[in-house]
């Protein structure tokens, strides 16, 4: 697939999870399984929705859709997730098309991770991808108080990276992170045709 970044880009950021590593549907299965052990029920449909939302919020959401507030605790859920997430994170690949954009602008242009992702996670996706070089800058859900569809995210990446706003190019795959970007004030490319999606 030939794509080039848009004219006046001068900084990227891209997402992690469905962006640049094909970690969603290692995710759908953690969060399967811990749904499974606790009683609760989760779809495709609703971990899309929740794309980009740190694992915290998207556990407090399954406990309110399931009504099982009292019953578990978000804490319970999201270690039970993790767990599943943490011995499958190994057989994660980057996302070719996508990773090849930061492999190409690398040394070239600022660029910056830019993920709603807990920080031990990312950093383990990014190694396990061969990733983790192209990046001195990543945000996570751990360095801001405001996550997708919020801008703080990528704003931040943009002050890190020394670049104005509207000269950034953000790639993303999730609705939540779509919003931010377009809040940001920033281009913004859509992956979710550039690769199969098998979850």
Known sequence: MQYD?????????FDLDGTLADTMPYHFE??????????ASIDPA?????????GWIIAGEILKENNLDGDVTVEEIIEEKLKVFYEQQQYVKPIKPVADIAKKYYGILPMSVGTGGH???VERTLEVTGLR?????????????????HPETFL????LMKVDPQHVEVFEDGELGIIAA?????????VRSWYDSNW
């Open 5 to 13: 970044i848009k004219p006046g880009v001068r900084g990227l950021i």
């Open 30 to 39: 953690g969060w399967k399984k811990a749904c499974n052990k606790y009683g």
């Open 46 to 54: 609703f971990l899309r929705k929740h794309t980009g939302s740190p």
């Open 119 to 121: 920080r031990l996670a």
């Open 133 to 149: 070089k192209y990046f001195d800058i990543i945000v996570t859900a751990n360095d801001v108080k405001h996550f997708k569809p």
């Open 156 to 159: 931040k990446c943009a002050e």
């Open 182 to 190: 377009k809040e940001a004030g920033m281009k913004i490319t859509d």
